[in-house]
């Protein structure tokens, strides 16, 4: 528990504009992490990772994730470079398959999910390190690319995945792995097996995405969960109650949070459901002796 990093989430539904503010107040409480999405139709990941960074001074700021058939390899590896560049050891940046219907929906859907993610994080992290790539893959070429202002300071490329294939993949390439929400505890050790299947390095990082309500009425903190869990229970193949969560009272909160580190969780972040987020966060950062 004295390594893990507390994170917390920017939702995608809430404003852009609310992203300076929010993000400096969760600073101020002194969370590790935030976390910002790109969902399609919702908020550009790397540009809400700019306004985040230039809002704060200290917070590390995660891109959870960028899908890699909407990104040009070449072109994600230069905006990050600049990220990291103007604020050094502040960015992770995640990168997945995306939703396979809204790439379809697009006309990126590519052949082969799995060689498109592979050759971008191979490549995006080759060219951050500032090497000359040249790559005539089965999804990706680059012809002799090379970033003029590579970073000093190399941010980790994190492969955001949940199947077992894209989880070997990951300890195979990336930096980390970023776990969606709902995934507890028992999950976290196939993942870490799975990414250790892969090759995964001792430094490959495991970040957990999860789901947090906190209140003393267990019957209203279950009715604001309803609708996010169902949705995510669909999502991942499994009943609702079997959706794990970050819930209940701040104590019985923060030892889920504690559950998790011991699986192996190096950071957690904390998607916050209901009114009050930060006063939610406070709670579960108190609890946790923060």
């Known amino acids: 528990m004295t390594n893990l990093r507390i994170g917390v989430m920017y939702d995608r539904d809430w404003a852009p504009e609310g992203l300076p503010g929010f993000a400096r107040q969760a600073e101020a409480l002194g969370v590790d ?9 919702w908020n550009g990941g790397v540009s809400a990772a700019a306004v985040a960074l230039g809002a704060t001074e200290r917070l590390r700021v995660g891109i959870g994730i960028t899908p890699a058939p ?5 072109l994600l590896a230069m905006e990050l470079a600049t990220l990291a560049r103007v604020f050094p050891g502040r960015l ?3 990168i997945g398959h995306g939703v396979r219907g809204w790439m379809v929906s697009v006309g990126v859907a590519p052949g082969s999910p799995l060689a498109l993610l592979e050759e971008t994080i191979t490549s995006v992290r080759a060219l951050l390190r500032g090497e000359r790539v040249e790559l005539a893959g089965r999804e990706v070429r680059l012809d002799g690319i090379q970033l003029v202002h590579p970073p000093a300071e190399v941010p ?3 492969a955001g995945v949940v199947r077992s294939r894209s989880l070997e993949l990951s300890g195979r390439v990336a930096d980390g792995t970023l776990i969606a929400e709902g995934h507890g505890p028992r999950d976290l050790e196939n993942t870490r097996a799975l990414t250790a299947k892969g090759g995964a390095a ?8 999860s789901f947090c309500c906190v209140g003393e009425d267990p019957d209203q903190v ?12 669909a999502w991942l193949g499994r009943p609702q109650d079997e959706v794990f969560t970050v819930s209940g009272r701040p104590a019985q909160a923060a030892a889920h949070v504690q559950d998790l580190a011991a699986a192996g969780a190096d950071t957690v972040v904390l998607r916050v459901i209901g009114p ?3 006063d939610q966060l406070k709670a579960v950062l108190g609890a946790l002796g923060r």
């Open 33 to 41: 992490d935030l976390w910002v999405v790109e969902d399609l139709g």
């Open 70 to 74: 909407l990104r040009s390899p070449a």
């Open 92 to 94: 992770v940046a995640g």
């Open 156 to 158: 980790p490329v994190v």
């Open 202 to 209: 001792a430094d490959h990082t495991l970040t957990v995405l």
């Open 222 to 233: 279950a009715r604001t969960l309803h609708p996010v869990t169902e949705g995510q229970g």
């Open 276 to 278: 009050e987020p930060l």
